[in-house]
């Protein structure tokens, strides 16, 4: 056969060594077995709850000591979830002076529907625990910057971050507990307009204690 017919000399590299190079460069064009992204997606597939590490390194394919080369525990994993989580949630434009509580509402609808989307999640946001505070600073900064614009003063700010964040974490972790309250499933629509028409914080109307000179039937 002719050189134009594919049968000529061979391209530099080829044979041997060349085969080696291919290899060597279709090992390199290979996605990596292990990202951010691809534990976190697998982590988003299971139940929150119950997951362990040999669960989630069986589920990636990979062994359990090359998955704890990118996240040394649970700890750590919950970390990489709540980076995804919060760039999820956080609206991608900033509050501002007259549209501050549709953008506190567009934030809490999205952790409502992303927290929601993925068993486990929620209940673990609304326990006690140490939160990753790189994502949840971000959070807390576009929400004081919310009620800075409402016109709270600092100090009024951070107790509304308090408010929000508190009731907001609380409440979407409703649907795991059972605590016998009533009949009718809570409707977050109305829990949300609530909290909201209560915020910025303001200083209370001073409310008597029990056994206090002003409560009633004190003496």
Known sequence: MSNEEGNGPSRPGAGAGGRRGAAEGRRRGRPARLSRELIVAAALR?????????????????????????????????????????????PADRPTADGWRSWLARLAWAM???????????????????????????????????????????????????????GLVQWLGLPTRDLGLGQAPPRFDLYLDT?????????????????????????
């Open 112 to 166: 409502h529907d992303e927290f929601g989307a993925v068993p486990g999640y929620a209940a673990h946001v609304a326990r006690p625990h140490r939160h990753h505070q790189p994502s949840f600073g971000r959070l807390r900064a576009r929400v004081i910057e919310a009620f800075a614009l409402a016109g709270a003063d600092p100090e009024q700010a951070e107790q509304s971050w308090y408010v929000f964040a508190l």
């Open 46 to 90: 299971s139940d929150l709850g119950t997951l362990t590490m040999r669960e989630l390194a069986a589920d990636l394919g990979v062994s359990h000591s090359a998955l704890y080369r990118w996240v040394a525990d649970r700890d750590a994993l919950f970390d990489l979830i709540s980076e995804v989580m919060v760039e999820r949630v956080l």
């Open 195 to 219: 909290l909201l028409r209560g915020l910025p914080t303001r200083e209370p109307v001073a409310h008597p204690r029990p056994g206090s000179p002003r409560a009633p039937g004190a003496a």
